[in-house]
C-alpha cells in the first residue's frame, strides 16, 4: 500500500490524527529507532489523545456556557463560605455519583456564577455532560414544550445531563404554569440526578419562584434533601471592576 493510500485508509477509518500527522510520528519512530509495535502503539497513543481533546472540547460547546471562567480566577481572599479544597472537591465531580445538589447561595456579585461555570468547564474535561442555563430560559423551554406537547421528550433530553446548572434562580417572576413544570423538572431529577443553583433568595424566600407555599416546601424538601449548601458572601466584583474603571478614568483626565 501506498503512502497516499496508507494516509487515505486511516481517514475512512476515522483514525484523522493518526491520518494528519503519520509522517511526523514516523520521523519520530525512526530516530528512536522505535519497534513495529512501540510504533504503533505511538501512533495510537496519539490518536487516543486527540479523541479524548476533542470530545472534551464538544461537551464543553454542548454544555452551553456562556462565558470561559476558570477555578484559578476565582478570588477566595475577598470570599467568605466556601475554600479552595471545596471547590477542589467539586471539580472531580463526587457529588455527581449519588445525584447530590450543589447551592451557591450570595448577593450580587460574589462569584456564584463563576464558579458554576468554572466547575461545569472542570467536569467537561472529566467526560461528564452538563448543561448551563438561566432558570428562566429553562422555564421558558418548559412552557415551549409543554404547549408543543414534546415535553416528555424534553424531560428525557434533560436525563442524558448528569449535571444541569440552573443560574440566577429567583431573578425573573414566572407564571403558575412555569412554576409547576419547574417542580415537575426537579422531581423528574430527585435522587438521581445532580442540580447545581445559583441564587440570592434565602430558601424562606423560594415562594418568590414556586408561588404557592405547597409546592415551595415540597420543591426545596427535594432539592435539600442531598444537598451542599454554600453561602457565600464578600463585596460585589463587578462593583470592585466599575470603581477601578472610574479611577482610571479620572486620573486619565487629571482629576
Known sequence: MKLDELI?????????????DFAVISTESEKLNRSYEQHLAALVEYELTDKNFLRREKLIKEAKIPLVKLVCDFDYSKRKGISPAEVSRLCTGDFLKNGTNIVFYGSFGVGKSHLAMAIARELCQRDYRCLFTSTAALINDLCVAQSNLTLSALFRKFER???????EL???????????????????????KS???T?????????RVFISEATTAAAVDRIVHRCETYNISGPSKRAEDAKSRSMTFDQDIGI
Open 195 to 197: 442540580l447545581m443553583i
Open 170 to 192: 429567583g431573578y425573573t417572576p414566572q407564571t403558575r404554569e412555569g412554576t409547576d413544570l419547574f417542580f415537575q423538572f426537579i422531581s423528574e431529577r430527585y435522587e438521581r
Open 8 to 20: 487515505e485508509g486511516l481517514k475512512r477509518l476515522r483514525l484523522n490524527a493518526m491520518a494528519r
Open 161 to 167: 445531563y448528569d449535571l444541569i446548572i440552573l443560574d
Open 199 to 207: 441564587t440570592n433568595l434565602p430558601y424562606s424566600d423560594w415562594n
